[in-house]
Nanobody, 120 residues
């Protein structure tokens, strides 16, 4: 199995910054895409940002220019730098990754979620 452990959420005032981290561990041979999603109560989980193993990134329009996704392939960790935070960014943020096991099979895993609260 592959475990993803997210950290870095918290309470911040509007205009502030937070940095989320998510570390993958387990029998990992390769990690392909890593990403961050968010979900508000009663709403569907939405993609915030993704990064491929080649470093290509994609963002939801609402965070472009404010959030930056990056990864450390040595540490098997993905980061989300969130700047100029707005109250509407308040959500539970989940990390996600997919790849292959050392045995050759494929895996997809989700982190446990970390709360981000932005006060106005």
């Amino acid at each position: 199995q592959v475990q993803l452990v997210a950290s870095g959420g918290g309470l911040v005032q509007a205009g502030g910054s937070l940095r989320l981290s998510c570390a993958a561990s387990g029998s990992i041979s390769r990690i392909n895409t890593m990403g961050w999603y968010r979900q508000a109560p009663g709403k569907q989980r939405e993609l915030v940002a993704v990064i491929t193993d080649a470093g290509s990134t994609n963002y939801v329009d609402s965070v472009k220019g404010r959030f930056t996704i990056s990864r450390d392939n040595v540490k098997n960790t993905v980061y989300l730098q969130m700047d100029s935070l707005k109250p509407e960014d308040t959500n539970v943020y989940y990390c996600n990754a997919d790849g292959t096991y050392n045995s050759g099979g494929r895996w997809i895993s989700w982190g446990q979620g970390t709360q981000v609260t932005v006060s106005s």
